[in-house]
């Protein structure tokens, strides 16, 4: 299966709006909708392309692609605090190979993060 970049901007735009919603009833409502039906939709496609690809999520060699989904794939693991990588092991280790990258180690130890 080929990576397409448009498979993570739908996830994005899936999560950005439970991210900015207001009111905590449809934020609740949303966050599981994300849960149960997006996050299962669009990792079996990426754990798919991970499969297929090798390393990465694109190939062997790391492009700004693997960069964008793995920034977005820890991002909202860290926002859910939903443990749904697991559930897809080619595609952690796509994410774990990523930030193993030295210069990805030194960036992410000097970065000034802000909640």
């Known amino acids: 299966m080929e990576f397409n970049l448009w498979t993570i901007n739908v996830f994005v735009i899936e999560f950005r709006q ?9 934020k609740a409502e949303m966050m599981k909708r994300i849960e ?3 996050i299962p939709l669009f990792m079996k496609k990426l754990n798919k392309v991970a499969e297929d690809s090798g390393k990465f999520f694109v190939g062997k060699n790391i492009t700004w692609a693997d960069l964008y989904a793995g920034h977005f794939l820890t991002l909202l693991r860290e926002r859910t605090k939903l443990p749904f990588l697991d559930a897809y092991p ?3 280790k796509a994410v774990e190979n990523i930030f193993e990258i030295p210069q990805m180690k030194e960036y ?4 000034v993060y802000k909640e």
């Not at 992410?108 to 970065?111: E, G, M, P, T």
Request: hydrophobic fraction near 60%; proline fraction near 0%; glycine fraction near 0%.
């Open 18 to 26: 439970v991210m900015f919603a207001e009111d905590e009833a449809k």
């Open 36 to 38: 149960t039906a997006v």
């Open 90 to 92: 080619a595609a952690k």
């Open 108 to 111: 992410i130890a000097n970065r």
